[in-house]
């Protein structure tokens, strides 16, 4: 299901109707995000919807229901990758239960083999691939057969490409970046899912920063070692379990494991460059 101002879009049997959402769902803060399961009444090419099933997950912005997997897209050069935009867009995509796959774009450019070891060490799905030269499409396009997927990942590293590689009836816009930046320019439009194999693929234009603070839950201090998976077998060895930080000395088994080589000082770093982030954000009250 997609929706345009005020419509939805929904998709059932091989026919869109144009449906209507019946008012109480406004009312009740609920209305139908793109991704959404629904039961709609039919009305010739028209209907109404009446309930949404329940959500595997859903996101503020962009908005967005039942994501299955986020694409997290790093170009091996213009732009460099940054790797704390990867790891926040990881911890997010884990921390909503979806599930990250990391692709490295722009193969053509440059190697990518010591960030993707990195990552696949610390148990990401990790894929490489160029626009230019079709090189890793083929799995690219098996990751995404089926289905709810997104890319997101910051200006610039490609997405458009990959998008207009795999599905060239989309014929999104490229940006041709600013040399002087160093990154592409910004553009923004609405959600909207595209069939692809058995599965969808948003297009979720200005979906390339996280926000913690805007995407309405917000990971809380407590919550945010989970959202790094090569931690889970050391938080609860800490000396102050279940409270510790995991930021520093002291008896902390996963800076310890750090130390020791058993997990990437890059990711532990970013996981202490969240936590000043987030350590501020409080319980709704
Ligand atoms: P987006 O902002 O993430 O959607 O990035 P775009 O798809 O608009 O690409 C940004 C720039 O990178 C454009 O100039 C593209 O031509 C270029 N680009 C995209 N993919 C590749 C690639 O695989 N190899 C190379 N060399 N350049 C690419
Ligand atoms: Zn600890």
Redesign the pocket.
């Known amino acids: 299901m997609h929706s345009i101002s005020g419509f939805y879009y929904v998709e059932a049997a091989g026919f869109v109707y144009e449906c209507k959402a019946k008012g109480t769902f406004r009312k009740d803060r609920n209305a139908p995000l793109v991704g959404d399961r629904v039961l709609f009444e039919p009305d010739g090419h028209k209907g109404f919807i009446i309930k949404i099933e329940p959500r595997k997950n859903y996101l503020v912005r962009p908005p967005i229901a039942n994501l299955d997997k986020l694409f997290i897209?790093a170009s091996a050069d213009?732009p460099k990758p940054n790797l704390y935009v990867i790891d926040k867009l990881t911890a997010f995509a884990v921390y909503h239960k979806i599930e990250p796959v990391i692709v490295f774009?722009?193969?053509?450019?440059a190697d990518i083999s010591s960030f993707a070891d990195a990552y696949i060490r610390s148990g990401f799905s990790v894929l490489s691939?160029?626009?230019?030269n079709g090189e890793g499409m083929d799995r690219l396009s098996d990751a995404i057969a089926n289905g709810i997927n997104a890319f997101t990942?910051?200006?610039?590293?490609?997405?458009?490409?990959?998008l207009n590689y795999l599905l060239p009836e989309l014929s999104?816009e490229?940006?041709?970046?600013s040399d002087k930046l160093g990154r592409?320019k910004h553009t923004t439009r609405s959600v909207k899912l595209y069939r692809y194999r058995n599965g969808c693929i948003a297009d979720t234009p200005g979906f390339s920063s996280i926000d913690f603070e805007e995407n309405g839950e917000r990971i809380m201090k407590e919550d945010l070692a989970a959202c790094f998976p090569e931690f889970e077998s050391y938080t609860s060895s800490c000396r102050f379990f279940p409270s510790c930080s995991h930021t520093v000395d002291k008896g902390c088994a996963v800076v310890k494991a750090v130390q020791d080589g058993f997990i990437n000082p890059q990711r532990h770093q970013s996981y202490c460059r969240m936590y000043e982030e987030v350590k501020g954000f409080k319980h709704w009250n």
Do not use: F, M
């Open positions: 897209v213009r774009s722009k193969t053509d450019l691939c160029s626009a230019v990942g910051n200006s610039g590293v490609g997405k458009s490409s990959i999104l490229t940006n041709e970046i592409g």
